[in-house]
């Protein structure tokens, strides 16, 4: 016999969720960024904030690095490739609660590739009203990134952190 767990389907709120990125790069050090967030859900079961389901959907199409010229490469075929990649997605396959909030397994997609993730995550809020805050490092070229002549000045491993706030 299974348990019925009632909750909540949150929408996750784009106007005040956002990810960062940082990537090494020889000459200026860190490069860092933003991606918006612009939807999601999280599945929570009542009076808790740990969820059993997250969904979210990024737009790498308006992604910024506060360099325009940077901005535009990063759109090109070697990079990001957003005319034929216009979003990235990710939905959780496994949930398991740590001390300050929880562990997230899921299938990210980028640049056309899905490859599975783990997201580590620090819950804020109360139930009512949860945030999140999700870190993790992905191998820019495990989602097909092309090597191009700058690959030895910038890292591979690009870490990103999550922002996220319910309506």
Same mark, same amino acid.
């Given at each position: 016999? !299974? ?12 106007s005040?969720s956002?990810a960062? @990125?940082s990537?090494t790069?020889?000459?200026?050090? !860190? ?5 918006p967030i612009v +939807?999601? +859900?999280?599945? $929570?079961p009542?009076g +808790? ?9 990024? /737009?790498?199409?308006?992604f910024? =690095?506060?360099?325009?010229?940077? /901005?535009a ?7 990001f490739d957003?005319?034929r @990649?216009? &979003?990235?997605?990710?939905?959780? =396959?496994k949930i398991v609660? &740590?001390?300050?909030?929880f562990?997230m397994? *899921? #299938?990210? &997609?980028? !640049?056309?590739? &899905?490859?599975?993730?783990?997201? #580590? $995550?620090?819950?804020? *809020?109360?139930p009512?009203h949860?945030?999140y805050l999700?870190t993790?490092q992905?191998d820019?070229h495990?989602?097909?990134? +092309? ?8 890292g591979n491993?690009? /870490?990103v952190?999550l922002?996220?706030?319910v309506?």
């Open positions: 016999m !299974h348990a019925l767990i009632l909750g909540a389907l949150l929408a996750i709120d784009p005040k956002i960062t @990125f990537v790069h020889i000459f200026v050090e !860190h490069v860092t960024g933003t991606v +939807s999601g +859900s999280i599945d $929570v009542d +808790s904030t740990i969820p059993t389901h997250v969904e979210a959907t990024l /737009d790498p199409t308006r910024k =690095t506060d360099e325009p010229d940077r /901005d490469a990063l759109q090109d075929p070697d990079w957003t005319k @990649f216009p &979003t990235w997605t990710f939905a959780s =396959t609660p &740590t001390a300050k909030g562990t397994d *899921g #299938n990210f &997609t980028l !640049h056309g590739v &899905t490859q599975p993730e783990e997201i #580590n $995550v620090v819950v804020g *809020g109360t009512d949860p945030t999700g993790l992905i820019r495990a989602f097909g990134m +092309s090597k191009t002549r700058l690959d030895p000045v910038i491993l690009v /870490d952190t922002a996220i706030k309506k």
